[in-house]
T-cell receptor
Framework: EAGVVQSPRYKIIEKKQPVAFWCNPI?????LYWYLQNLGQGPELLIR????????DSQLPKDRFSAERLKGVDSTLKIQPAELGDSAVYLC????????????FGPGTRLTVL | GESVGLHLPTLSVQEGDNSIINCAYS??????FIWYKQESGKGPQFIID?????DKRQGQRVTVLLNKTVKHLSLQIAATQPGDSAVYFC????????????FGQGTRLTINP
């Protein structure tokens, strides 16, 4: 069984440029999460989807961050414009549903903003 | 070897020894706890979990202990191997809103040959 797939694995951009990250969860997993992980810190939840509905986006900086999961399968997280402080690893995770909660993480996208 | 998690983020032990990684959680309403292992360049990987109605749970070479009185969680790894070298995170589930995991800072475990 394939795990959570994320692309790209690495991204380097200039500040003020846009960037997008893509995630394909494990087949059949209804719940999808985007996390931000700063160096040496634990992941912090940005947004959680139940199918195509964003049910918890309270930690998503909506002035520059947006996310979508149009068909309830794969998802895209976008930053526009990127700032220096956005440099981090962006992790995607999925779980069967919110009750059966083991979350499976992808390898992440390491973003560097110059 | 033993760490205090948030206050001692690195722990070194000899291969074959047992290790204990500690974690203090903050929310007394948290009802579910998970330990994750994260190797360099990879996402966190589930190790073991425990619900708040238990105080101990054992897996293969790992044991999680939960002390709700002092809001403390520990991960014991028996007979450590080089492949155990990683950063270990505890995470607590805040039940309000369901399935909101809050991760601790993490402890880097290094296994010395």
């Amino acid at each position: 069984e394939a795990g959570v797939v994320q692309s790209p694995r690495y991204k380097i951009i200039e500040k003020k440029q846009p960037v997008a990250f893509w995630c394909n969860p494990i087949s059949g997993h209804n719940t999808l999460y985007w996390y931000l992980q700063n160096l040496g810190q634990g992941p912090e939840l940005l947004i959680r989807y139940e199918n195509e509905e964003a049910v918890d986006d309270s930690q998503l900086p909506k002035d520059r961050f947006s996310a979508e999961r149009l068909k309830g399968v794969d998802s895209t997280l976008k930053i526009q414009p990127a700032e220096l402080g956005d440099s981090a690893v962006y992790l995607c995770a999925s779980s069967l549903d919110r009750e059966r909660g083991e979350q499976f993480f992808g390898p992440g996208t390491r973003l560097t903003v110059l | 070897g033993e760490s205090v998690g948030l206050h001692l983020p690195t722990l070194s032990v000899q291969e074959g020894d047992n290790s204990i990684i500690n974690c203090a959680y903050s929310n007394s309403a948290s009802d579910y706890f998970i330990w994750y292992k994260q190797e360099s360049g990879k996402g966190p990987q589930f190790i073991i979990d425990i619900r708040s109605n238990m105080d101990k749970r054992q897996g293969q070479r790992v044991t999680v202990l939960l002390n709700k009185t002092v809001k403390h969680l520990s991960l014991q790894i028996a007979a450590t191997q080089p492949g155990d070298s990683a950063v270990y995170f505890c995470a607590e589930n805040r039940p309000r809103g369901a399935q909101k995991l809050v991760f601790g800072q993490g402890t880097r475990l290094t296994i010395n040959p």
